[in-house]
């Protein structure tokens, strides 16, 4: 299992993804860089322009992934940490070895920020790689003073750009995340009950939202508002997904409709891919139709509002329904991402210790090899350090497939820049074009997949070493290389060492998203004893906690193809498949329960308050099971409906006061329970092992 499992990473480092940048953060990127290099050149200081292009460079990467800040935010930032962190790294560079002691902290606290995402966590390791370079590089204090500064100039050239134009609609992140949610919706409306509409979307335009600090919430209130739109929608789409009378490829359209204008801030784009579309709905008639309809007006109406409103967004009125489950202000939003992630055994804490540990193995063992014998170069600790700290992600797969990919994309990177310098042609004015031309490359590449963008790296690297002028070329062609390879060797032996296998966190996992569920499923059941029973932000961040925890469980399964121990996970491959499809299944049972929910008291049910507390007890022991890898406790569940139902007034269908002789909500309670205990018996087989 580990050759195999060795050989499914190793084919993942050479994949190549086609994937670009944003081409407006590309060019101000772009622009900087080239700024930099420039005036570099002019100063004729080899060191000043070596430095502006290292600030220009590390800083054009954070403006270059993906944020949920706007760019100039993100640029500001960045370089202000990054040109503090070097400063820091000049004083921290007396201290020798005790050094190691500040890296470790460093490194942790930018695991830490991993909570926030992938890209932020990879932000703040750039900023602990900052101080590392000073740290090593510098001489003394003074000539360490100088090459900072310099590196500050490049960092604030990327903060100059950003001001260039086309500057493009207000909040363009959270944009670009709203119009990702209504095209996943889209999709799941085209596809109706063969459909599973993911998680994710909801997540990353909730996360881009709740980032948002309290004086820029006002002017994005009808961001927040298709936000809140969405989620009725998702319950509409839901609820008929098994109906044979919806015009799905029409409200598709539609959804897809609102989702270019969304992005492109154009309403030419909504009334062109609206089509016939909205004239085939404006015929549909039907139940079906009077739950969809309406909440496809309101997206199509906020759509139009944000488009038509866009030069005067303060205008509108953010009423509080729209901030539900956002809390109030980014720092608090944050902490409570923090808190939710940061556990004992979690991957991400496992992933804070493995990457304190590996930093400071990196350079340890980067300082201990010194120049590898003559044929590399001197002070190069960080060089090994920083691709340890790069490599390790919370999952064996993304490490292994970064530590192959880094090691084999600077190998070639080596050799080409080794075999473009053989030629005795290159004159400094050369060295710094081809310098300027490899860095834009490595831009380009940037998510393109880890072997491509350290060809690039690691020749600019080379080349800019060799513009400098103080070392041999072909020394430091091998000696990046090397580095590379014996930082990415460490990172991958911390994990090993400190491993995080998912194979048998899988019953955890799904306990933990039984837990939630159970909580989900008891309010909501709760909510049909009286009309205004569910508190919506209550109800909001309990759905938020389901999804964030169903993705866990997903990425674990997900995870399982590279580790070499899957063969000793609880569930085959089919039977995960079983059990996603259950997992699906309760939380569309969950969306029916919450969409039949009593708008009057005269709707309400209250027998169904004990029900509430049968599915709490009976998620609670199944969970309890899960977690213990206990054999499961079924079949309590339909026996305590069964009793409910026959023993009270809960199948009481009968109501002399209505036209029609039906108790219509006792009838829509009991639906609701129904199904509740039907997916949960779904899930409860898939996790025996039977699928349904």
Same mark, same amino acid.
Not at 147 to 152: D, E, K, L, V
Not at 203 to 230: C, I, N
Not at 432 to 452: K, S
């Given at each position: 299992?580990?050759?195999?499992?060795?050989a499914r990473t190793?084919?993942?480092?050479?994949?190549v993804?086609?994937?670009?940048?944003d081409?407006?953060?590309l060019?101000?990127a772009?622009?900087?860089?080239v700024?930099?290099?420039?005036i570099?050149?002019?100063?004729?200081?080899r060191?000043?322009?070596?430095?502006m292009?290292?600030?220009?460079?590390i800083?054009?990467?954070?403006?270059?992934l993906?944020a949920?800040?706007?760019?100039?935010?993100?640029?500001?930032?960045s370089g202000?940490?990054?040109?503090?962190?070097?400063f820091?790294?000049?004083y921290?560079h007396e201290?020798?070895?005790w050094?190691?002691?500040?890296?470790f902290?460093?490194?942790y606290?930018a695991?830490?920020w991993?909570?926030?995402?992938?890209?932020p966590?990879?932000?703040?390791?750039?900023?602990?790689i900052?101080?590392m370079i000073?740290?090593d590089?510098?001489?003394?204090v003074?000539?360490?003073l100088?090459m900072?500064?310099?590196?500050?100039?490049?960092?604030?050239i990327v903060?100059?750009?950003?001001?260039l134009?086309?500057?493009g609609m207000?909040?363009?992140?959270?944009r670009r995340n709203l119009?990702a949610?209504?095209g996943a919706l889209?999709?799941?409306?085209?596809a109706g009950s063969a459909?599973?509409l993911?998680?994710t979307?909801?997540?990353?335009?909730?996360?881009?939202?709740?980032v948002?600090?309290s004086?820029?919430?006002r002017p994005a209130?009808?961001?927040f508002?298709?936000?809140g739109a969405a989620?009725?929608?998702?319950r509409? *789409?839901?609820?008929?997904?098994?109906?044979?009378d =919806?015009?799905r490829? !029409?409200?598709? @359209? #539609?959804? +897809?409709?609102v989702a270019?204008?969304?992005r492109?801030?154009?309403?030419?784009?909504?009334?062109?891919?609206?089509?016939?579309?909205a004239q085939?709905l404006e015929?549909?008639r039907?139940?079906e139709a009077?739950?969809?309809?309406p909440?496809?007006?309101?997206v199509l109406d906020?759509?139009?509002y944000?488009l038509?409103?866009?030069?005067?967004?303060?205008e509108?009125d953010?009423?509080?329904h729209?901030?539900?489950?956002?809390p109030a202000?980014?720092a608090?939003?944050?902490r409570?991402?923090?808190?939710a992630?940061?556990r004992?055994?979690?991957p *991400?804490f496992m992933?804070?210790?493995?990457?304190a =540990?590996?930093?400071? !193995?990196?350079e @340890? #063992?980067g +300082?201990?090899t010194?120049d590898?014998?003559?044929?590399?170069?001197?002070?190069?600790?960080?060089?090994a350090a920083?691709?340890?700290?790069?490599v390790l992600?919370?999952d064996y797969?993304?490490?292994l497939?970064?530590g192959?990919?880094r090691?084999a994309g600077s190998?070639?990177g080596?050799v080409?820049?080794w075999?473009?310098?053989?030629p005795?042609?290159w004159?400094?004015?050369a060295?710094v074009v081809?310098?300027?031309?490899l860095?834009?490359?490595?831009?380009c590449a940037?998510l393109m997949?880890?072997w491509?963008l350290?060809?690039f790296?690691t020749?600019?690297?080379?080349?800019l070493i060799?513009?400098?002028?103080l070392?041999?070329?072909?020394?430091?062609?091998w000696g990046?290389a090397a580095?590379?390879?014996v930082?990415a060797l460490?990172?991958?032996?911390?994990?090993?060492i400190?491993?995080?296998?998912?194979?048998?966190?899988l019953?955890?996992l799904l306990?933990r998203?039984?837990?939630?569920?159970?909580?989900?499923?008891?309010?909501?059941?709760?909510g049909?004893?009286r009309?205004?029973?569910?508190d919506p932000a209550v109800l909001d961040a309990?759905r938020?906690h389901?999804r964030?925890?169903?993705?866990?469980l997903?990425?674990a399964i997900?995870?399982l193809?590279?580790?070499?121990?899957?063969?000793r996970?609880?569930?085959?491959?089919t039977?995960?498949?079983a059990?996603?499809a259950?997992?699906?299944d309760v939380g569309?049972?969950?969306?029916l329960?919450?969409?039949s929910?009593?708008r009057?008291p005269s709707?309400?049910?209250p027998e169904?308050?004990?029900?509430?507390?049968?599915?709490?007890?009976?998620?609670?022991?199944?969970?309890?099971d899960?977690?213990?890898?206990?054999?499961?406790?079924?079949g309590?569940?339909?026996?305590?409906?069964?009793r409910?139902?026959?023993?009270?007034?809960?199948?009481?269908l009968?109501?002399?006061t209505?036209?029609?002789g039906?108790?219509?909500?006792r009838?829509?309670a009991?639906?609701a329970c129904?199904?509740t205990?039907?997916?949960?018996e779904h899930l409860?087989?898939a996790?025996l092992?039977r699928?349904?």
């Amino acid at each position: 299992m580990w050759w195999s499992s060795v050989a499914r990473t190793l084919v993942a480092a050479t994949r190549v993804e086609r994937r670009w940048c944003d081409p407006q953060d590309l060019t101000r990127a772009a622009v900087a860089l080239v700024a930099g290099s420039v005036i570099g050149w002019a100063v004729d200081d080899r060191m000043a322009w070596a430095m502006m292009m290292v600030g220009t460079f590390i800083c054009g990467i954070c403006t270059l992934l993906p944020a949920t800040r706007d760019r100039f935010s993100v640029s500001l930032i960045s370089g202000a940490v990054f040109s503090a962190a070097v400063f820091a790294g000049v004083y921290l560079h007396e201290l020798g070895w005790w050094f190691l002691l500040f890296l470790f902290v460093g490194s942790y606290v930018a695991g830490l920020w991993r909570a926030f995402g992938i890209v932020p966590g990879i932000r703040s390791c750039l900023m602990v790689i900052g101080a590392m370079i000073t740290a090593d590089l510098s001489p003394d204090v003074h000539q360490g003073l100088v090459m900072a500064r310099w590196i500050a100039v490049g960092a604030g050239i990327v903060v100059v750009a950003q001001f260039l134009p086309p500057y493009g609609m207000r909040h363009h992140n959270q944009r670009r995340n709203l119009a990702a949610l209504y095209g996943a919706l889209a999709g799941y409306a085209a596809a109706g009950s063969a459909g599973r509409l993911p998680s994710t979307p909801f997540t990353l335009a909730r996360t881009a939202l709740g980032v948002l600090p309290s004086f820029a919430r006002r002017p994005a209130g009808p961001l927040f508002a298709l936000y809140g739109a969405a989620e009725e929608v998702r319950r509409a *789409l839901k609820a008929t997904a098994h109906s044979k009378d =919806v015009p799905r490829a !029409a409200v598709a @359209a #539609v959804l +897809r409709a609102v989702a270019a204008a969304v992005r492109s801030g154009r309403a030419f784009d909504l009334d062109t891919a609206l089509g016939t579309s909205a004239q085939e709905l404006e015929r549909w008639r039907g139940p079906e139709a009077d739950l969809v309809m309406p909440r496809l007006a309101e997206v199509l109406d906020l759509t139009r509002y944000t488009l038509r409103r866009s030069d005067r967004p303060g205008e509108f009125d953010l009423g509080e329904h729209h901030l539900v489950g956002f809390p109030a202000g980014a720092a608090r939003f944050g902490r409570q991402r923090m808190a939710a992630e940061l556990r004992p055994g979690a991957p *991400l804490f496992m992933n804070t210790v493995r990457l304190a =540990v590996g930093a400071v !193995a990196g350079e @340890a #063992v980067g +300082r201990w090899t010194g120049d590898f014998g003559g044929h590399g170069l001197p002070s190069h600790g960080f060089w090994a350090a920083l691709t340890t700290i790069l490599v390790l992600f919370p999952d064996y797969g993304h490490t292994l497939t970064r530590g192959w990919g880094r090691s084999a994309g600077s190998v070639i990177g080596g050799v080409v820049a080794w075999a473009l310098l053989l030629p005795d042609v290159w004159n400094h004015g050369a060295l710094v074009v081809a310098a300027t031309v490899l860095a834009l490359l490595a831009f380009c590449a940037l998510l393109m997949g880890q072997w491509v963008l350290n060809i690039f790296i690691t020749a600019w690297i080379v080349f800019l070493i060799g513009g400098i002028g103080l070392f041999p070329t072909a020394e430091a062609a091998w000696g990046r290389a090397a580095d590379t390879v014996v930082g990415a060797l460490v990172g991958m032996a911390v994990f090993l060492i400190l491993p995080t296998y998912h194979h048998n966190r899988l019953p955890e996992l799904l306990a933990r998203w039984v837990e939630a569920q159970r909580d989900l499923l008891g309010a909501l059941l709760d909510g049909y004893a009286r009309a205004g029973a569910v508190d919506p932000a209550v109800l909001d961040a309990l759905r938020h906690h389901v999804r964030r925890t169903r993705e866990q469980l997903e990425a674990a399964i997900g995870s399982l193809a590279h580790e070499p121990h899957s063969h000793r996970a609880r569930w085959n491959a089919t039977e995960l498949g079983a059990i996603q499809a259950a997992v699906f299944d309760v939380g569309h049972a969950a969306a029916l329960v919450h969409g039949s929910l009593p708008r009057t008291p005269s709707d309400a049910v209250p027998e169904t308050a004990l029900f509430a507390a049968e599915v709490r007890d009976h998620l609670d022991r199944l969970a309890e099971d899960l977690a213990l890898d206990a054999p499961l406790r079924t079949g309590d569940l339909r026996k305590a409906f069964d009793r409910i139902a026959s023993g009270g007034r809960l199948a009481q269908l009968t109501d002399p006061t209505q036209p029609d002789g039906i108790s219509h909500a006792r009838s829509r309670a009991l639906t609701a329970c129904l199904r509740t205990v039907t997916s949960v018996e779904h899930l409860e087989r898939a996790a025996l092992g039977r699928a349904a």
